[in-house]
């Protein structure tokens, strides 16, 4: 297994000062994870993205709250905003907001992958981490959704509910309080992806903190540290490139490292430099291609699964499935609602 690089988190010493503060033993926090000495002082922290996931699982276990990460959005109280965080503040509307969230996502977390996606009358936000294909714990996994929600809802002033929520993880003994925070009976678990299906009435919603001096200011700084990160995010959009070329006959590792000049090794070792492995660039790549593919209504289903790699379409029809939660018949459907379905 890969050594995982860790990322500085203002929400580490956040989280210590808060189950310090609720009556929960920080100190066995600090030393259980191996936190420096002094780490509430601190503006933010280093940590794996699988050590994040165990510290709030952790700090909920202290607390005695099993649903403690539905309520950290609201009650964390970091002692500074990123770049990414700031443009995402300073836009105008709940779309714009969430695309610079996933824009931004890699100045936070360089393993993090969200994704903001039109679906038929509906925009899906998804999340996943990269090299972690079954997600973290429980505990991360609400935080991240209930994170986004908490700032469409806190920065428009709206009661924002979205149509649906699912998650990677399986589904947990209790789910009362998922489903009283986020609002809608629509949970679903074991999914590919953690994600939040809003009604597109949402994405245009404004922002009580849009300041469009600070946007471009925010933006550029952001974009510059973005750009500093662009050899490896090239390398990968490379390597993608020539795994979508080669999707129909079929990829393999070899195959695209001989395509690039260059050994299997040091291809699977340059894409984990990343955050991916080979597989899990596959993976996406033809998830992303898939969808692009099924919302062509001229294609038949056989031929999709054909230009995808896949030997037939039961087995292209239950990783579609995997990728979106729905079958790509339904997938269609959506992308292109007919008068009387709609």
């Not at 996933?102 to 899906?124: F, K, M, Q, T, W």
């Not at 079954?134 to 920065?155: F, I, K, N, P, W």
């Not at 009283?180 to 922002?207: H, I, S, V």
């Amino acid at each position: 297994m890969r050594k995982e690089t860790p990322f500085r988190s203002g929400l580490v010493p956040a989280l210590v000062r808060f189950v310090r503060a609720h009556g929960g033993d920080a100190e066995l926090l600090v030393r259980r994870f191996g936190l420096p000495a002094g780490v509430e002082d601190q503006v933010d922290a280093s940590i794996t993205a699988v050590d994040f996931g165990r510290l709030l699982e952790a700090a909920a276990g202290e607390l005695d709250d099993p649903f403690l990460a539905l309520r950290l959005p609201a009650e964390l109280v970091p002692r500074g905003y990123g770049l990414g965080e700031l443009a995402v503040r300073a836009s105008p509307t709940v779309r714009e907001a969430l695309q610079r969230m996933v824009r931004y996502a890699p100045l936070d977390n360089d393993r993090l992958v969200l994704a903001l996606e039109n679906r038929g009358d509906a925009v899906a936000f998804t999340c996943r981490v990269a090299g972690h294909p079954r997600g973290l714990t429980r505990h991360a996994h609400e935080y991240v959704l209930a994170s986004v929600l908490a700032h469409a809802r806190t920065l428009t002033g709206l009661s924002v509910v979205p149509r649906a929520v699912w998650f990677i993880h399986a589904r947990p003994r209790l789910v009362d309080a998922a489903h009283r925070f986020f609002g809608t009976e629509q949970l679903d678990f074991g999914r590919a992806d953690n994600g939040l299906l809003f009604d597109a009435k949402w994405m245009e919603a404004r922002l009580t903190t849009a300041d469009p001096r600070l946007l471009v200011t925010a933006e550029q700084l952001a974009d510059s540290a973005l750009q500093a990160r662009a050899p490896t995010e090239d390398f990968t959009a490379t390597v993608a490139a020539r795994i979508e070329e080669a999707l129909s006959s079929g990829v393999g590792a070899e195959d695209i490292a001989a395509r690039l000049h260059m050994s299997k090794r040091t291809l699977q070792r340059r894409l984990e430099e990343g955050g991916l492995s080979f597989q899990e660039l596959v993976d996406r790549v033809r998830a992303e291609k898939a969808r692009a593919l099924v919302r062509d209504e001229h294609l038949a289903l056989a031929d999709v699964a054909f230009r995808l790699g896949f030997s037939d379409v039961s087995s292209f029809s239950r990783s579609f499935r995997r990728w979106t939660g729905v079958s790509p018949g339904r997938y269609r459907l959506l992308a292109h609602p007919h008068p009387l379905t709609r």
